[in-house]
């Protein structure tokens, strides 16, 4: 938990650090209420930070002149909100399913892999993403943006069950009954998102888009809490894949509200079981 929470906060501040002068919005853009740090002047050109529902932007007068018509910037902080939920596609009679799966017969199905669904969470965070306007006219604007950042999952299981990977990977129904019982991946992440935006009328916008992931793995670890054993932490790669690749959307009204989702096309696992991570949640600060 240290180690990605450092890495968050690392990439965080490389984000901030890294706040290159920004375009102003044309007079079409949906305006919204901002917190100003700093001072602009009309003789002189002073730098000032603002912090609205389309992110953090640095700008100043002589800036927003040398990038007027700039067809690439960047796009500091979007940050996702989410739950995960699981497309389990497991055909538990397979000879591989009954070798990993350790547990009496009668319970090697998709329920013993059950979620506290409202507790799974998924949270992503992408400090600088490079955006490319592809296409701007009056009723639409269309942009190509990527990046990279971080995606941490968490399941919490309602069963007792335990990950194993001291010989050979396999997952048992352990003897203890756990308060908390967890799963967890940290992955570095590459998204390649087409965001269109429509007009419907005014300053109303209509905002969607599509596009994939590419993660890699470089933790993963179980968390159980138990009367008997206390807190227990696991970090290993057990049996599942290193790098995934993710099938996202988006859609919303810019400036006031937007959804994402993501599915996971790759397996989870190496062999055994197969499962599909998807989340759904709320994107703050997007492109």
Same mark, same amino acid.
């Given at each position: 938990?240290?180690?990605?929470?450092?890495?968050?906060?690392?990439?965080?501040?490389? @984000?901030?650090?890294?706040?290159?002068?920004?375009?102003?919005? %044309?007079?079409?853009?949906?305006?919204?209420?901002?917190?100003?740090?700093?001072?602009?002047?009309?003789?002189?050109?002073?730098?000032?930070?603002?912090?609205?529902?389309? @992110?953090?932007?640095? *700008?100043?007068?002589? +800036?927003?002149?040398?990038?007027?018509?700039?067809?690439?910037?960047?796009?500091?902080?979007?940050?996702?909100?989410?739950?995960?939920? +699981?497309?389990?596609?497991? %055909?538990?009679?397979?000879?591989?399913?009954?070798?990993?799966?350790?547990? $009496?017969? /009668?319970?090697?199905?998709?329920?013993?892999?059950? +979620?506290?669904?409202?507790?799974?969470?998924?949270?992503?965070?992408?400090?600088?993403?490079?955006? &490319?306007?592809?296409?701007?006219?009056?009723?639409?604007?269309? *942009? +190509?943006?990527?990046?990279?950042?971080?995606?941490?999952?968490?399941?919490?299981?309602?069963? /007792?069950?335990?990950?194993?990977?001291?010989?050979? $990977?396999?997952?048992?129904? /352990?003897?203890?009954?756990?308060?908390? #019982?967890?799963?967890?991946?940290?992955?570095?992440?590459?998204?390649?998102?087409? #965001?269109?935006?429509?007009?419907? @009328?005014? !300053?109303?916008?209509?905002?969607?888009?599509?596009?994939? &992931?590419? @993660?890699?793995?470089?933790?993963?670890?179980?968390?159980?809490?138990?009367?008997?054993?206390?807190?227990?932490?696991?970090?290993?790669?057990? #049996?599942?894949?290193?790098? !995934?690749? !993710?099938?996202?959307?988006?859609?919303?009204?810019? =400036?006031?509200?937007?959804?994402?989702?993501?599915?996971?096309?790759?397996?989870?696992?190496?062999?055994?079981?197969?499962?599909? $991570?998807?989340?759904?949640? &709320?994107?703050?600060? =997007?492109?």
């Amino acid at each position: 938990m240290k180690r990605f929470t450092i890495i968050s906060a690392i990439l965080c501040c490389l @984000g901030l650090a890294a706040a290159a002068q920004e375009k102003k919005e %044309d007079e079409d853009r949906n305006v919204d209420a901002r917190l100003h740090i700093g001072k602009e002047d009309t003789a002189r050109s002073h730098t000032y930070v603002s912090l609205g529902t389309d @992110g953090i932007k640095v *700008s100043s007068k002589r +800036l927003d002149s040398i990038n007027q018509g700039r067809k690439v910037k960047l796009h500091f902080l979007m940050l996702d909100l989410g739950i995960n939920a +699981l497309n389990d596609r497991t %055909d538990y009679s397979s000879p591989a399913a009954q070798q990993y799966l350790q547990v $009496p017969g /009668d319970k090697k199905n998709s329920n013993l892999f059950s +979620l506290r669904q409202g507790k799974s969470i998924n949270v992503n965070i992408w400090p600088v993403l490079m955006d &490319i306007r592809l296409l701007k006219t009056r009723s639409q604007k269309i *942009s +190509l943006y990527t990046g990279a950042g971080l995606q941490l999952y968490n399941f919490k299981f309602n069963k /007792d069950i335990t990950y194993l990977n001291n010989t050979s $990977p396999m997952l048992i129904e /352990d003897t203890v009954q756990f308060s908390k #019982n967890k799963l967890a991946f940290a992955y570095v992440s590459i998204p390649l998102m087409v #965001n269109f935006k429509t007009r419907m @009328g005014g !300053n109303f916008w209509v905002t969607y888009g599509l596009g994939v &992931i590419g @993660g890699y793995c470089f933790d993963s670890w179980t968390k159980q809490i138990s009367d008997e054993r206390g807190k227990q932490k696991n970090h290993d790669q057990f #049996n599942f894949q290193k790098f !995934n690749l !993710n099938l996202s959307g988006e859609i919303g009204i810019n =400036g006031y509200i937007r959804f994402y989702g993501t599915y996971q096309i790759t397996n989870m696992y190496q062999n055994s079981l197969v499962q599909n $991570p998807y989340c759904i949640g &709320i994107r703050f600060f =997007g492109v």
